[in-house]
């Protein structure tokens, strides 16, 4: 405590100023202009009380909120203004940031093991190799897979053009066995062109050698990363004490986004494999390709089941008719959701902790900024930029009623996570008691 704050609390302790003795007066004082006892003065104002009671018993709501001073809706339009400019800039530069940021994620969820290595006396630089291993490993692993499994595709689509030319026939006629007649749609499907769906194929094939850039980014990122945060006990350290608030708030982010790539991993290999088995005794060809496919989409939130889904079905229809499309479906259906609706949340628990509505609109607009990747980021993003605006201030963390559900909300209240601390007295007469010790100071 500094002498002028010692010194506003004594001239305060001194000045009887309390919440009782501020607004206080003596008895006396009181009990001068007061009706007495007995006198219908008396009655009338207790009669007037009694339904003024009454009354505000009946008005009043049931909980009592404080009068809000502090939003305003001009802030709130600056601050979706900012949020503007932020998604503009990083839109602007997202080829450089968007394989930065995936390299800090990827660091994070395998850093731990670098983590255990020192603990059990293995020198720094050692455990910084072994990390940066392990993610060359990964990302080549990831690599190699895509190229090895999405060759045979298009090769292998052009054996069923004569199958799909049969199957749009079939639809168009089902379709007017029906007296469902539509010009348009006949002109689209007759413009579709298999042909078109191969070259779709081969080029995305070809692009796989163009992700070397982005490879490229994605390791020199995770090689520097690895080194600075090998180490970091003195950095958190310093951060703790200034800004203990930002502190918590990213350390919660590293624990959640590692978890994250975890888990999504492990699940989503557990159903890939299912996956894979299930399609290659159904027959389908190109099983394994689907299951990987399925593996891959199980990153991007929400929608990431129906894409895994289209190809194998669309595969399904060409080699073996409708019926096998619709087992493909709801073989799919089982295996999603028993794994990731009762198994998987028993293991996760609070892994991520955003509302169904926030995944799907973070979906939408990271894809929108930052590419498809952003699709695969949403998450992260979304959890990065949630600890650094609003869990690193307290004053911020209300923001949670629009981002987390109601069950994570709870297990929050319960945690103290958003009890704030007894507001300060106000600044006026802070400031006069301030200005009333600077000047004795002065005198003395």
């Known amino acids: 405590m500094t002498n002028e704050d010692s010194e506003i609390t004594g001239e305060r302790a001194a000045s009887g100023s309390s919440p009782a003795g501020s607004g206080g007066s003596s008895p006396a004082g009181s009990a001068a202009g007061a009706p007495v006892a007995g006198t219908p003065e008396r009655e009338a104002t207790s009669d007037h009380a009694s339904d003024d009671k009454r009354k505000s018993v009946v008005d009043e709501p049931a909980i009592a909120h404080p009068e809000d001073t502090e939003t305003s809706g001009f802030m709130i339009l600056g601050v979706l203004a900012l949020m503007a400019v932020v998604g503009a800039g990083l839109h602007s530069i997202a080829p450089v940031f968007t394989p930065i940021f995936l390299a800090l994620t990827l660091v994070l969820a395998v850093r731990p093991v670098g983590q255990k290595m020192i603990a059990k006396g293995s020198p720094a630089w050692l455990a910084a190799m072994v990390v940066i291993l392990v993610l060359i490993v990964i990302v080549f692993g990831l690599l190699g897979v895509t190229i090895l499994l999405l060759t045979p595709v298009p090769q292998t689509l052009m054996n069923y053009s004569v199958n799909f030319e049969a199957t749009t026939n079939q639809f168009l006629q089902w379709l007017a066995d029906r007296g469902v007649e539509n010009l348009d749609l006949t ?12 070259g779709l194929a081969w080029e995305l094939v070809d692009r796989m050698s163009s992700f070397g850039g982005l490879i490229a980014i994605v390791i020199v990122a995770a090689f520097f990363i690895t080194i600075d945060t090998t180490i970091t006990k003195r950095r958190s350290a310093l951060v703790g004490k200034r800004h203990s608030n930002l502190s918590r708030a990213m350390s919660d982010f590293e624990r959640r986004v590692r978890s994250y790539w975890i888990v999504s991993t492990v699940f ?25 496919w399925a593996f891959i989409t199980n990153y991007i939130p929400n929608i990431g089941f129906v894409i895994g889904v289209l190809p194998p079905m669309a595969m399904a229809l060409l080699d073996q008719g409708w019926q096998s499309m619709v087992w493909v479906l709801v073989l799919y259906s089982v295996i999603n959701v028993v794994i990731q609706t009762f198994i998987q949340p028993k293991f996760t628990g609070d892994a991520v902790g955003l509302s169904p509505t926030v995944t799907f609109i973070s979906l939408a607009l990271w894809t929108s900024i930052v590419g498809i ?39 929050k209240e319960k945690q103290g996570v958003y ?26």
């Open 419 to 444: 009890r704030m601390p007894e507001e300060d007295e106000p600044r006026a007469p802070r400031r006069k008691l301030r200005l009333r010790a600077r000047t004795r100071r002065a005198k003395k």
């Open 187 to 198: 002109n689209f499907v007759d413009q579709i062109n298999f042909n078109s769906i191969i």
């Open 268 to 292: 989503g290999l557990i159903v890939a494999v299912i996956d894979g088995f299930a399609l290659q005794v159904m027959g389908i060809p190109l099983a394994w390709t689907w299951a990987y």
């Open 373 to 411: 990747l952003g699709s695969i980021l949403a998450v992260p993003l979304t959890l990065f930029f949630k600890a650094l605006l609003v869990d690193s201030d307290p004053r911020a963390r209300w923001l949670d009623a629009y981002l987390i559900s109601e069950v994570h909300i709870e297990r």
